[in-house]
């Protein structure tokens, strides 16, 4: 057999490239080809257990509690609004206007962070623009717009011309 192996050189060289080639796929090949399958067989594992994770209960639970918490903020903003609103009468009155028209909040006027109030005040120009003053200088709501008006009465002759202010106050919901 050796002079089979000393006659022929190619013999030696073929098994030391087979063995080399072996050494090879144990040392680089293996490991990879190791974590590729356990790679396959951990997502398989993930996708059978993936319904685990889910708890419905307690995603119920949760949206229970931040209905709670919105609605206790809603009543918040009503009770500011309703405290701002009774503050600005309450100075209007001060200055010797009255407060004759609140409409009710339009969808138009509402955007994320403010909601935008139309107030209708009756009274003298002088004390509509003190209270135009007064109410910019207390920082009650930022004064987006007024109008001043007069409305002519049609009922009776001595009567005097209403004059209305209109203001479009911005406040923070």
């Not at 903003?77 to 009255?98: C, E, P, Q």
């Not at 969808?107 to 003190?130: C, M, Q």
Request: one cysteine or more.
């Amino acid at each position: 057999m050796l002079e089979t192996l000393k006659k022929n050189p190619e013999y030696p060289f073929l098994a030391g490239l087979a063995i080399f080639i072996y050494i090879c796929f144990q040392l680089a090949l293996m490991p990879t080809w190791t974590a590729y399958q356990r790679n396959r067989a951990l997502k398989a594992q993930m996708r059978l257990s993936q319904d685990l994770f889910y708890q419905p209960e307690q995603e119920i639970q949760k949206n229970k509690n931040l209905d709670a918490i919105l609605k206790v903020l809603r009543i918040d903003s009503l009770s500011f609004r309703n405290n701002t609103l009774s503050g600005i009468a309450f100075m209007a009155d001060r200055a010797g206007l009255k407060l004759t028209e609140v409409p009710k909040r339009d969808s138009e006027w509402n955007t994320p962070v403010y909601f935008i109030e139309k107030l209708d005040f009756e009274g003298d120009y002088a004390s509509e623009l003190r209270f135009l003053d007064e109410l910019e200088s207390e920082k009650r709501g930022y004064i987006r717009s007024f109008q001043l008006f007069s409305i002519r009465s049609t009922q009776n002759l001595g009567q005097k011309n209403r004059t209305i202010l209109r203001i479009y106050l911005e406040m923070a919901k």
